[in-house]
């Protein structure tokens, strides 16, 4: 399916026209992309991250637990309108229906998912009560919602207005046309002809102030995707990962191929072999590019990483992806990663 794909590459440095509605600020090109905040600290993929970071930092600046900081944070891009890569402002699967996909993981390596969940706005939330209140690490599609209404969650309709008139759009030619780095707007140098067609995650980690990692990971999932396609969002060790006596790793991008890497795993275990985040991070992403190398220079993926001393890196395979950091001494930094190509 990959090699039937039309891929647009725009990873160019620089404002678009998004950026201009002073949502985030630009990213910070003094600032590397490996640092080091101590604790408490929590850090998202792209420029939404930045608002999801603020609600996170309202629990770990007093105090609370990481797990608190992470759902609260991501809950944010998730009840965002404006946002059609995450929750209820996501862009439906070619059927016209919106599907959400979300996991999060705690300090004791307790875990909880959601995949293809229809009808509820915050999946994440849904995702955590998996991880607590059943047996089970995963619910999905008619379960997941069962599930989520008979723990008080409200059924409503996500497909929004304006995800539905792209919809309709898609289907005159159904083309998929995914974009690189389209979540990104402070890099895009223009509004791309299909740039409406995005697909990506928000993937957060924080480090509380007792020590203590968690992440959490949402999506929409492709826009116009296959009807039951999951990518790999809502499954731990792909899209999330923690290990609270190393650290915690999140992906964004093309989630078959972190799948298929089983990558934020990869980049916990080289934490643990002594990699700094950022050379975790850039080592998975070598890997994938390795595999397939023709493709890797068609698609994106990235990995963001926060260890347990505080230390935080990313690294993608194209230029423009961009992570969100957040700690005592700021709140709204947004730092470009360094890529492979």
């Not at 850039?282 to 595999?291: G, L, Q, S, T, Y």
Request: hydrophobic share 40%.
């Amino acid at each position: 399916m990959i090699s039937r794909r039309k891929f647009i590459l725009s990873g160019a440095a620089g404002v678009s026209a998004l950026s201009l509605r002073g949502r985030v600020p630009v990213p910070d090109d003094k600032n590397t992309d490996i640092g080091t905040a101590n604790k408490p600290v929590v850090i998202a993929t792209w420029d939404f991250g930045v608002a999801a970071n603020r609600a996170a930092w309202k629990v770990l600046k007093n105090g609370g637990r990481s797990l608190d900081a992470v759902e609260a944070g991501v809950r944010v891009p998730e009840a965002d309108l404006k946002n059609v890569t995450v929750g209820k402002g996501g862009y439906p699967d070619r059927d016209g229906h919106v599907t959400l996909d979300a996991c999060i993981m705690d300090e004791q390596g307790n875990c909880g998912s959601v995949a293809a969940l229809e009808y509820i706005a915050h999946p994440i939330s849904v995702a955590r009560l998996v991880m607590e209140k059943t047996p089970h690490v995963m619910l999905v599609g008619e379960g997941a919602l069962q599930f989520a209404l008979d723990n008080g969650f409200k059924r409503e309709n996500l497909l929004t207005p304006e995800a539905e008139k792209a919809w309709k759009e898609w289907l005159k030619e159904k083309k998929y046309q995914p974009i690189i780095n389209i979540e990104n707007t402070s890099f895009t140098t223009e509004r791309l002809p299909g740039n409406e067609y995005n697909h990506d995650t928000i993937g957060m980690l924080a480090l509380d102030a007792t020590g203590n990692l968690s992440g959490a990971c949402t999506t929409s999932g492709m826009a116009f995707k296959m009807r039951g396609r999951i990518g790999d969002s809502p499954i731990i060790g792909a899209g999330l990962y923690v290990d609270n006596e190393v650290g915690g790793a999140t992906a964004t991008g093309v989630g078959e191929e972190v799948i298929r890497t089983v990558g934020s795993f990869l980049v916990v275990e080289l934490m643990r072999q002594g990699y700094p985040p950022e050379e975790a991070c850039r080592e998975a992403v070598v890997r994938i590019a390795k595999k397939k190398p023709d493709m890797a220079k068609q698609i994106q993926v990235g990995f963001l990483a926060l260890n347990k001393e505080g230390e935080y890196g990313a690294f993608a395979l194209q230029k423009g992806f961009s992570y969100a950091v957040c700690h005592r001494e700021r709140q709204d930094l947004l730092i470009r990663g360094k890529s492979l190509y």
